[in-house]
């Protein structure tokens, strides 16, 4: 099993930013994929953004040139810095990783989420 563990969300002003970290934990073999998705409330979960082992990140069209995704694979975590955060940015924002265990079975693993508010 893969434990993620977000923190970083909060409340903040429109125009303002944040910083979202997630590290993975557990008998992990391989991380080929993590990022986050988001939810906002009546609304289905969206992709936020993603970042492979390699690097290659790929952004949401709403977040693109304000969010930047960021990996760390020798701690299996991974960033998300948010600027320029608009009141439609706020969701709950779970953390994602697609990864291999025990050297086993590869599977989509996610976090229990961390909540951002964007508000004046």
């Known amino acids: 099993q893969v434990q993620l563990v977000e923190s970083g969300g909060g409340l903040v002003q429109p125009g303002g930013s944040l910083r979202l970290s997630c590290a993975a934990a557990?008998?992990?073999?391989?991380?080929?994929?993590m990022g986050w998705y988001r939810q906002a409330p009546g609304k289905q979960r969206e992709r936020v953004a993603i970042i492979t082992s390699g690097g290659r990140s790929n952004y949401a069209d709403s977040v693109e040139g304000r969010f930047t995704i960021s990996r760390d694979n020798a701690k299996n975590t991974v960033y998300l810095q948010m600027s320029s955060l608009k009141f439609e940015d706020t969701a709950e924002y779970y953390c994602y990783a697609f990864a291999t265990v025990n050297w086993g079975n590869t599977n989509a693993y996610w976090g229990q989420g961390t909540q951002v508010t964007v508000s004046s």
């Open positions: 557990g008998s992990i073999t391989n991380i080929l994929s």
